[in-house]
């Protein structure tokens, strides 16, 4: 793991586009044709998505929140998702040699965690003021002395967030490739047809459930910050 | 290229596409999305207000129904009853008004005979009378005076009415 500030690597940033271009695609395709009678296809998964994070937010988020905290909940999920999922997708000869998911460079979880953290912050000095949020800060639990607890927590969490996202969105692409690289004759063909059937399978579900708990957190440190009894 | 590797310029284009990304989904996917729905819901809304407001009034509507159904019955019940009352006075005196009718026929009628039989009686004494002094006229040859006859004619009719 190096870091740089001014270095700058093509591929995460194309596979990011390329996922951004998709969630777009998709979200254009389902307003298409707009129906207000009865939506179908990509329109009523949409719908059905903008419903199920509308009412995850609001049971978290206070009333003031919600409605922005739900779109942008819905934005990082459905790229996540896409992201997430693009690394498993197999191309005819190619295998998944060549499309990378943009979340298994640690760049991109890494990035997008910051900006929670950031946004963590802003939403606390928005909803607890400036002086709750640095009483927040600095004073509790403990006068002073609570910085150094605060700050452990506040770093740990996007840590947490970026590397636990990048971890299994790597090792769910670099086993499958795994199991496309097995060596030659009939044993070879069994792992890749069984063992690398069963692992793709069980990474689209760890991409769906690892994109859910990125959005989910990412929702819940919001509205713990925003709600001011907390 | 490593994917471990951290770089500054990659996390901050992660966090710009990110932002365009909900800016243009916003744009042109939520807003448009949300709207329909909101709509939608208004529509259901307003049909099943309308369909409140329907089945109101049908329930009116069939409470009035029934109510005029149940004062046509009870009126049409009271008219027959009324007809019924009328048509049976009428009738009595119908048969009253033919009582009388009959009974003052009757005794016109019994009325008149005696009178006619009074005066068939009267009628007949006199002519028994005539034929009386005709005959005894004739019988004695004899012309009796008028007074003598109407002394006569008196006497026969005493005798006649004895003899009745």
Redesign the interface.
Known sequence: ?????????W???IW??IA?AV??GF??L??RK????V?GGA?NL??TA??TFDDLVGQMAPPALAPNLT??A???F??LVVSNVMGLLPLPGIGTRWI?S?T?????P???A??IFLLIQWAGIKYKGIGGFLVGWFWKPIPVFGFIVNALEQLVMPVSLAFRLFGNI?AGELVLRMTTNAPHGIAGVLVTIFVGTLWLVFSLVISLIQALIFTILMVAYMSIQANKDH | ???????????????V??F???F???I???K???A??Q??KE?IAKQIHDAETLRGQAQQLHDEQEALMRSARDDSKNLIAAARREAEDQAKKIIEDAQREASYRQKAALDEIIHERDAALTEIRSQVADLVMMATGKLLERNLSDADQHHYVQELLRDAGNLQ
């Open positions: 793991m190096n870091f740089s500030l001014t270095g700058f690597e591929p995460p940033f990011g586009l951004m969630v777009l979200g254009l389902a307003v707009v129906s207000t009678a939506p329109q949409m719908e903008l419903e779109l942008m819905l934005t990082l459905l790229l990378h943009p298994a460079f640690l760049s991109i890494a990035g997008l910051i900006w790597l | 290229m490593s994917t471990t590797s951290l770089t500054a310029l990659n996390m901050i284009a992660a966090i596409q990110w365009i990304l909900l243009l989904l916003r042109f996917v939520y448009p999305l949300i329909s729905m709509k939608r529509n």
